[in-house]
């Protein structure tokens, strides 16, 4: 069952292209209201909303009779945002821009556009933990190329 509904694609918002249909961008919200929101966002979800989702494959639709595939990403960090689009297999072109589609608990009824200022509230709120002098986080980033190092001095 399920493997049939995969070919049978239903997204759950319009694949429509976006170009056209330009939305103002919602006014910018103040630091104070961003932080007031984190208060009800988990760890991951204040992550993301600082250096973006991580975005992992979900599913692939195939329609074979229009020669397309949808493509659905999950946000491996969060999992509360998915993101799709169409590309056609035939004239190998992308044909939408991506849509997302958030869960509950992501998405702020009324809250305005996080600027940086806001994201910069956000990234001190997620680190508030840190004892001082800790430099656990730049380690971290830095794990993937130190590896590498590794591997070229031995
Ligand atoms: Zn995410």
């Given at each position: 069952m399920p493997a049939r509904a995969a070919l049978r694609p239903v997204p759950s918002t319009p694949l429509r292209r976006?170009?056209?249909q330009p939305r103002p961008a919602p006014e910018p919200a103040t630091p104070d209201e961003v932080l007031a929101a984190a208060g009800d966002w988990t760890p991951q979800v204040i992550k993301c909303r600082v250096s973006r989702h991580w975005w992992d494959s979900h599913t692939v639709y195939r329609d074979r009779g229009t020669g397309t595939l949808e493509i659905v990403e999950k946000c491996?960090?969060?999992?509360?945002v998915l993101r799709r689009h169409v590309i056609s297999e035939?004239?190998?072109?992308?044909l939408t821009d991506y849509s997302y589609t958030y869960e509950d608990g992501f998405l702020v009824k009324d809250l305005g556009r996080i600027t940086k200022a806001g994201r910069v509230q956000l990234e001190l709120l997620s680190l508030a933990d840190f004892p001082d002098g800790d430099d656990a986080p730049a380690k971290a980033k830095k794990a993937p190329a130190r590896k590498t190092a590794a591997k070229k001095a031995g």
């Open positions: 976006t170009l056209s491996a960090r969060c999992a509360k035939r004239t190998r072109e992308r």
